[in-house]
Structure formats: C-alpha cells, structure tokens
C-alpha cells in the first residue's frame, strides 16, 4: 500500500511569492494534518481537516490556508512567503476514528530566499 | 495537550537495550502518550501509544508509571537503524490529531 505522499519534495520561492503544496493520504484516511519543521526543531501543528472540515489549527498567520478535497487529498497554501516560511512541511493522515497513529509523508522542503 | 519532557539526548551500545524516560506530570485521565520518532531526513515515525497499562509491539516497549507522570520507551536491542530523534507526546485520542512536538531526545546508537 501507498503510504503519505507528499509534492514536491523540493522547491524554491522568492520573497513575496505563493506556494501550494499536496498531500494525499493513505487510502481509507480521512484525517490530514500539516506540520511545519524548521531546522534543528519539532514539527509545529498548522491545521488539521477531518472530512473536508477545519477541525483545529495551530498558531499560524491567517498567510497560512488549507483545504481538503473529496478525495481526501489536501494542499497548504501559504502566501506572501517570508524567508522564515523556510522549512520541511509535513502531511500526516491518520483514519481519524478512536485513538489512531497518524502517518506522516516525507515532507515538502520548502526554501523562500 | 500535556507538556512532556525528555533529555535532549542519549547514547545506547549496539544490541543493548535504549531507555528513553518521559515526564509528563500534568498529563490528563484522557491523554493518551504517544512515542514518535524521525529519522534524519525523514518524516516521523509513529512507534507506539498507550494511556495506563504498558504496550509492547514489534518495535517497543511502552512503560507508564502508575500515577501516569512519567513513562519509559524501551528499545529492547537497539541497531544502528535506530539512531534517530525520539519524541514523546502526551494528547488526546479519538482522532484528535494535534501532535505537539518538543525538542525530542537524540538517541545516537554505536557500535
């Protein structure tokens, strides 16, 4: 089975840009969550979508926005990127029903300059 | 969430057994613990989770004091592999799915 996927694994942004990153969860998941890790911490919880519906979010700029599809797949949209938006974001997708694990993708390296 | 606190890091030999302590003294009756761990590069690894009683599955064992305060991971023959960043997390469950990660505890693992 497929576990989290997570595109693109890499990319730059310059100052002031926009950028949308994907998940899609493991089959069945209907629990996506996205964290951001900057260098040399723990990953910071951003938001969480539990079918299609905003179910927590983390202390983030209102620059930071998610969606979830019906397909259970997510983006993170975050705009006018700062260079402090620099960071590994990670996707995880867990069933969302009773105490479960969550299953995180690889990450999306992001770098602003 | 529960704060939890872990040292910031931990050496372990090669096939012996890695204890890595957790507190977490103001958990709640319905947080559970969750141990996560990430390797370099990679993204966190779930390893195991458990409310009172202690868990054991093909990775670990999960250890909590009877006053819940404080728990143990035990890696029972730790490899190279290992060698990672472990966190413990105390939140609820019932796909609540808000993790919230400390600075985890580095566990390096020699030969």
């Known amino acids: 089975d497929a576990g989290v996927t997570q595109s693109p694994t890499h990319l730059i942004k310059t100052r002031g840009q926009h950028v949308t990153l994907r998940c899609s969860p493991i089959s069945g998941h209907k629990s996506v969550s996205w964290y951001q890790q900057v260098l040399g911490q723990g990953p910071q919880f951003i938001f969480q979508?539990?079918?299609?519906?905003?179910?927590g979010r983390g202390n983030f700029p209102d620059r930071f926005s998610a969606r979830q599809f019906p397909n259970y797949s997510s983006e993170l949209n975050v705009n006018a990127l700062l260079l402090g938006d620099s960071a590994l974001y990670l996707c995880?997708?867990?069933?969302?029903?009773?105490?479960?694990?969550?299953?995180f993708g690889q990450g999306t390296r992001l770098t602003v300059v | 969430d529960a704060k939890t606190t872990q040292p910031p890091s931990m050496d372990c030999a090669e096939g012996r057994a890695a204890n890595l302590p957790c507190n977490h003294s103001t958990i709640s009756g319905n947080e559970y613990v969750y141990w996560y761990r990430q390797i370099h590069s990679q993204g966190p690894q779930y390893i195991i989770h458990g409310l009172k009683n202690n868990e054991t599955n093909e990775m670990a064992s999960l250890i909590i004091t009877e006053d819940r305060k404080s728990s143990t991971l035990i890696l029972p023959h730790a490899t190279l592999r290992d060698t990672a960043v472990y966190y413990c997390i105390a939140t609820r469950g019932g796909g609540y799915n808000k993790l919230i990660f400390g600075a985890g505890t580095r566990l390096a693992v020699h030969p």
């Open positions: 995880a997708s867990s069933l969302g029903l009773g105490d479960t694990e969550a299953f």
């Open positions: 979508y539990y079918e299609k519906e905003e179910r």
